[in-house]
């Protein structure tokens, strides 16, 4: 079944799992994003973007440049000169309007589909699995009655390895560029003769009728992107760079009679090489390792076939979790591109994006560890690594550097640490793992600090992290909030007033009382769940005490931390309450909301019910739930960065998606099903295309923030692709909402559907076995859970006891 | 009398002290610097570039893109739609052909003449004195026989203030932007509601018919700079920009009848606030500083008197040396464009140019206090202020912060210091500036350490510049190098070999032995001077102590410095000689040659001759000297970063012209007058306009960087205008081969000047007098000095003596 949906710009192709955009000039460039095994590209609806090497700052192939007129200049272009008209198949640069022009973003690959002058062209971009090379296959047919010869050149600009002194240091960077060519191969080797041991190639199967290296020679010094003065001249210049900019451009002139067509792969290629393998003669690159790469992809026969493994991968990952709800939209969220999205933000973290330049920041180590939660089902291994490398960055103290660089998996001290939730995290990502695979064996394994190579178990970093919250408590008993809690932009300790410090790593207050609600929430929820992981290791003691200090935190938040309607937000440096009624601005935030329900907390007194209620009543709006309320109308110093945006942008009072999902499981806490679906669709992209000349952003996956009631531009997303929201999202349709959930001793069936539904089914691949679930809503004969027609007392199908194909039923009432 | 030295690309107009460039299409933007009091602008020859108060880095006010395609892309542009012609006075962005265009760089301002269709455009872009704002005049005359109806627009891209965060951390800067809009003035005020005191603003003197502080709404997404669509429809949309990017465009529609003209005044200006005269209503800005700065120039007479106010300065600032030789572009060199970038290396060090992005560093120690040596004599109370700061960066040990912000006048901890040579230069600056004005107080200054505000002398600040070295020496005796000398690039403690490291910050190995021979030399010449300081004090004990020193240290370079032919440059780590006949490559260094002997050592044994001969030998070609020789081919980890080059660029044997100057003032020691000036003219650009394709930088300035014999492009300069070749040229041009050279007592005529000369005049300005010096080559009925008629022993003009004006003759034998 096919569902095209047209929005103005594109339309979804869910047999295809591709989003089709039907013009070049969307209302921002729409990106995809290619490869998950390391080797990384971001790429436009245009062919604009660059790519990189596990770090987007540190090994940056391919130069970009954000924030540019025009946005989005940069890219693999390859440009076509057919009788004088110059044109791209992503239809740009060049200004040439087409006659046709589609692309085609999929999972993992990008295909673009253009005609001008009945000569029709198609590129198909995608990085092959486990392989550290962007390869592009370019078919060009002849669809007129006339012969056609065609000018083809391709091109791409080499970013200088490191992409921050790539943009900083002219005078070092336009002396080093180098290059080294070999007939079809075109080398980039800048400071591969000194400190590096890595190079990078751009290459094709078919012999080359010229090429450049040098960008001013193909460009030409006052030309744009959109028509380099080669292209112009439908003549290359074999041109060799020497400092500059160096750059790689193939030039083919193609004879294509009526009717034909001609098919050429190129590759973008890097390759690492041994120190004492480097060369093959002074001061002659060992090609080796390039052309050996190039041979798994150098026909048509081959590159189709590495599509075709992986479309087979992208497959086998979705089908862990397939499900069927009355509601399309739905569907084809959980079941393709909120998934797709999840390891888009498992590779990435917070790191590479059209809005995050790939230089400012590594990894987050709150980010990792709630990515996974929505990545886990799909490749555990990688998960499991990824626990292990974070776990890795925390100090023996139990608390955490912030960021981590992926190149050398070591904390980020220009960011630092003491953000306090941070730690915490650590139980969530830990505790989602065991319960998708059974895997104990994570909690043994030895890893050392950051500050102390001596290795203890990962659980005993759990441990350290759970301790680090329970032994940095504040006068009210809740804990200090460090440089901030989940949101960086509240800073209680920074008390700045110089525009040049940044609010994130300026030295804050030391010795400070303030303190966080949103940490009293988090550390009752995951501290259950380290109660849970004491007691399956049958740590009882442990499991006790642990206990004891969350039910004092319960106690401390409900005699401290509620405000009469709502829960505070925070205690400042001062001891004065944050998010009060009594406050003039910033009355109510949603975040302690959130992670006070979810814990648990007031759900028998009411409380809890009262504050979801106050949050439908003073957050929600027409586009989601904004993070405060009212918005802060001046900068209070107390409050930090917060108070630094214009109202109803980012953390003032903007729709901070990443935390929606969070009243969405805490109203499925309440049984308030229809409220909660109500508050997914909202933030959810797939619903909103008739919004999408205000929304702005990619159709097909979440931002970050979307711009709040109280913003000039309300409903104007911003920073799509790399946020929170997409795996916490997906966490709560499937686990909270459908209702099905890993636990450790098997699948958890509790779904909290909206009232409309007649039911839905969930294919679910889990541990050993797979369930075909079916839940009835409305059930009016049965009740409960039914496994291959048996009734199972509870909400848990047991996995030891299944290794097949099993089907589940569920039967609700309304 | 007017030369107009014609070049491919433009001329000298000596008579109005400007270079006329006649193409947009330079080989490489060819810029001026506009500013001299705080508020600078960097302009090319098309408009492009951009301003920024104070620090390039913190204070950045609109948004320029380093290295982009096309290359300079982003300035202040006035866009003209003249019937659907669009085009800028400027030549670019816009890509239309002009029927005539001129740009002339002046002193201060640049001047750009562009005629289309029969309407002429004259606009006229300065920073008037003492003014915190860029003011432009554009004049526009119909010639034609018909009515014209005119679309102007201005514009200006805003940069969110810091530079460097500008281009990097967009996820929060697509949401900060705020404009505010009354009239004809566009204030730009990101920021300002929180931390920041000031804002900007782009207005002008006449009423306007629309305006744009948006950026997508004027250029449009997918628009160039050379075609916004607001022009293209020949209409502003009035738009306010919320977040994303915030500019500046007035719309004027003109009305313009045959042989009429329209002239209007713009001013993109700067102001601070205090902190209780932020605002004049919630959340609006205090206008009245802006208003008032504006009346300074809102009128076309009020501007043209601004203009008048800054030629008259430049034409006293020049006036203090004016040469008369038969070289006429030695004369212009002297004259006008040599001391120009002298007030510019002063202002910016190396922060702020083309090749220098601002963002990178701040003001070096050791180039700052060079640059002063060209400019002291026109502004010596800003240099005595600069002394003074820099001495605030020294460390009690008597080291120094490498680097300090002009903003916050603080060392740049990222950098940090252990650079050793650094000290010494405060020895050459102080003494330069207490020669020139006999101000000896400067030494009494109480100055804090910054490691200590405990204040103590300056003199104090040179003494333990001193003994950082004299008590810092290796085991030859020689001084130990540190991080590096004044070859930041020869870094003989760093060992590095991961390319994510800077040879510049990255941890150095400690205790090391390497040791400097430039140091060496150094220490001598400005250890001397120190002593002749003590000596002028009367603290003859402190003076004979380290006269001492220096002894030993002239003994160490003759027992441990010498290689035979030449000076080694080094000891490594490993104790091994660096820059000996030994060495596979780098077997002959420039630095320390110049050094040594402009410090006198081997002048009487015949060692300074011989390693002169070496110089010459070894190390000059066609377009100067190069560092060393011969070439890395291959990555030296024992000496960093000089190996990283490729060969025959930068430190790897490219001609790096700042230390040229050193062998030319060398060879005037001893009297090769003819070797001298041929060095001193090799990378003079002004006797380059031959190889302008070629050499590529403005043929008005110097460049850093000539591109050596073992380059793929011998003779291409690089990374022009900030470069200590400006202050040491001149230095070496004027005190060295004309001879005028001031000292504590009087002005020295020393001149060694080549043989085909009869002789030179200068008219110099020196303390209380103004002497007008006739030098008379080949001389053969006197020899020596008169002033006024009379016969003076020796070569000094005691300046005790004269407070007019005075005729002085100077009789030499050729």
Known sequence: MTHKSETSYGYFDDDNKEFVITSPYTPLPWINYLGNDGFYGLISNTAGGYCFYKDAKFRRLTRYRYNNVPMDSGGRYFYINDGGVIWNPGGRPSETQLDFYQCRHGLGYSKFIARKNQLQAELTVTIPLQMNAEVYKLKLTNTSKQHKRIGLFSFIEWCLWNAQTDGENFQRNLSTGEVEIDGNFLFHKTEYRERRNHYAFFTCNKDIDGFDTDRDAFIGMYNGFERPQAVDKNQSSNSVAHGWSPIASHHHKLDLAPGHSEEIVFMLGYCELEQTNKWQALNQINQSPARDLFTHVDTSQKFDHQCKRLRSYWQACLSICQVETPDVKFNRSVNIWNQYQNMVTFNMSRSASYYESGIGR????????????????????????????????????????????????????????????????????????????????????????????????????????????????????????????????????????????????????????????????????????????????????????????????????????????????????????????????????????????????????????????????????????????????????????ISSYPPGYKENAGIFCHNNPWICISETMLGRADKAMAYYQRINPIYLQDLQQTHKTEPYVYSQMIAGKDAATPGQAKNSWLTGTAAWSYYAAVQYILGVRPDYHGLIIAPCIPNEWAGFSVKRKFRQAEYHIRVHNHATDKRGLYVDGQFVEGQQIEYTKYQQTHKVDYYKSA
């Open 362 to 641: 590594g990894m987050g180590f709150r980010d990792s560890h709630q990515d996974t939660i929505g990545f886990t089902h799909i490749a555990p291994t990688a998960v499991r690594q990824r626990l292990l490398d974070l776990s890795a960055t925390q100090k023996q103290d139990g608390s955490a550097y912030h960021q981590y660089q992926p190149l050398t998996k070591k904390g980020n001290a220009d960011i630092g640490g003491n953000f306090n939730d941070d730690p915490m995290w650590m139980i969530l990502g830990t505790a989602n793992y065991i319960k998708e695979t059974g895997d104990w064996s994570i909690l043994d394994e030895a890893i050392p600090f950051d500050d102390n190579s001596q290795a203890e178990s990962h659980f005993e970093h759990l441990r350290r992290a759970f301790y680090h919250i329970a032994n940095k408590l504040g006068p009210h008993g809740l804990p200090l909030i460090g440089r901030a809690d989940w949101n960086d932009c509240l800073n209680l300790n920074c008390y700045s007033n110089d525009p040049n410090e940044s609010f994130q790593t300026t030295e804050h207050k030391q010795d400070s009382v303030a303190e966080s609600l949103m940490i009293a929430g988090q550390f009752v929820l995951y501290g259950q769940e380290f109660v849970r992981l004491c007691e399956q290791l049958d740590k009882l003691q442990e499991a006790k005490i642990a206990q004891a200090h969350i039910d004092n935190m319960v106690k401390a938040v409900e005699d401290h931390g509620w405000d009469g309607q709502w829960f505070l937000r925070a205690y400042d440096a001062n001891g004065n309450a944050i998010g009060s009624h009594k406050n003039e601005e910033g009355q109510i935030f949603i975040e302690s909301q959130g992670f006070c329900v979810m814990a648990g907390i007031g759900i028998e007194n009411g409380k809890a019910q009262s504050a979801l209620d106050s949050v439908e009543k003073h957050l929600a709006c027409d586009f989601g739930i904004v993070l405060q309320q009212p918005a802060f109308s001046r900068y209070h110093i107390e409050l930090g960065e």
